[in-house]
């Protein structure tokens, strides 16, 4: 069971909840303009039944439920029951009744068909073994006339923090060079075109995508790293074969590394989103 790759993510999703969910405000700050763009582009509004698959710990649930107001609802989704949880808590928190929660695969999500006005994935699809089925999972839950939006990274030349991230750990792991395409990895749906070929296979219709500049600003590439070490489940997986020492000299590397995007008011990592709507 712990080579599977669905529990292992699970496992690494259920580790990294804490450390996701502790820089909520800084995700948040980083991703509030690419969010509201992808709650429009999903025609989420007052009153509607969403949907929110890969939630998370649930900084975009919270915008979702405020803005469909108390005559809509939202239905969280996650893989993890530990970020879940988290989400549940923050929810109560902050004072939010018109969320649900449910652990999910989104690749086989146990809901109703037809039964969501909108369904939306904020950079959670790039992480399905098989995005299509994932989609076609959302097309299910959607009503006729019903849109979707998810948020993925773009390509690795626009997102190189990610690539010297990814390329780094693998080379300390002993294991070779990243294939950006391979599924299931961070910027597996980068290429320009394949989301878009998704959607229309999973039986959207009006599909299109929008880029998004969603540079990444922090303090110091420390800072960034921090960031990195505690949320980033699929780099902590890679380097958890590695010995503590090890681990160490390849973080030390990263950083190193990333100081290339110090500017004098702070770090600036460059990061390109692709926001992909589409209609049941
Ligand atoms: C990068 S986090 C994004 C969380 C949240 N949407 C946000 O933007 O803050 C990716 C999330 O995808 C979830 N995930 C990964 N694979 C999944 C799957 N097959 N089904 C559902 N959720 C999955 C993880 O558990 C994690 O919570």
């Known amino acids: 069971m712990a080579d599977d790759p669905k529990n292992a993510s699970r496992a690494q999703w259920d580790r990294a909840a804490p450390g996701w ?13 690419a969010t509201e763009a992808m709650l429009s582009m999903a025609g989420i509004g007052p009153g509607s039944r969403v949907l929110d698959v890969a939630a998370g710990a649930g900084e975009q649930t919270l915008m979702i439920a405020r803005r469909v107001g108390p005559s809509g609802s939202v239905l969280a989704t996650d893989l993890s029951p530990a970020i879940l949880a988290l989400a549940k808590d923050n929810a109560q928190s902050a004072g939010v009744s018109n969320v649900q929660f ?12 037809a039964s969501f006005d909108a369904v939306v994935c ?6 399905f073994g098989d995005p299509l089925r994932g989609l076609a999972e959302m097309h299910r ?3 006729l006339g019903g849109h979707v939006c998810t948020m993925v990274f773009s390509q690795p030349q626009h997102n190189p923090c990610i690539t010297i991230l990814m ?6 792991a002993g ?7 391979a599924p299931g990895g961070l910027l597996s749906l980068g290429r320009p075109g394949l989301t878009d070929e998704l959607f229309a296979a999973a039986g959207f219709q009006d599909v299109a995508t929008t880029q998004l500049n969603a540079p990444f600003r922090m303090p110091s590439a420390k800072t960034y790293l921090d ?19 090890s681990r160490e000299r390849a973080w030390a590397e990263m950083e190193e ?14 990061n390109e989103l692709l926001l992909t709507a589409g209609r049941r």
């Open 167 to 172: 390329s780094t750990a693998l080379q300390h």
């Open 257 to 270: 590394k990333l100081s290339v995007y110090a500017t004098p008011w702070g770090w600036e990592g460059p």
């Open 102 to 113: 449910q652990v999910a695969d989104g690749e086989d999500l146990q809901v109703e068909p």
């Open 141 to 143: 839950a959607l009503r």
């Open 122 to 127: 904020r950079l959670g699809l790039m992480l």
């Open 227 to 245: 960031f990195v070490r505690t949320s980033a489940s699929p780099i902590q997986q890679i380097l958890d074969r590695l010995d503590e020492p």
């Open 21 to 33: 969910n502790a820089h909520g405000a800084l995700i948040g700050t980083w991703l509030a303009r």
């Open 175 to 181: 294991l070779p060079a990243p294939n950006p395409g």
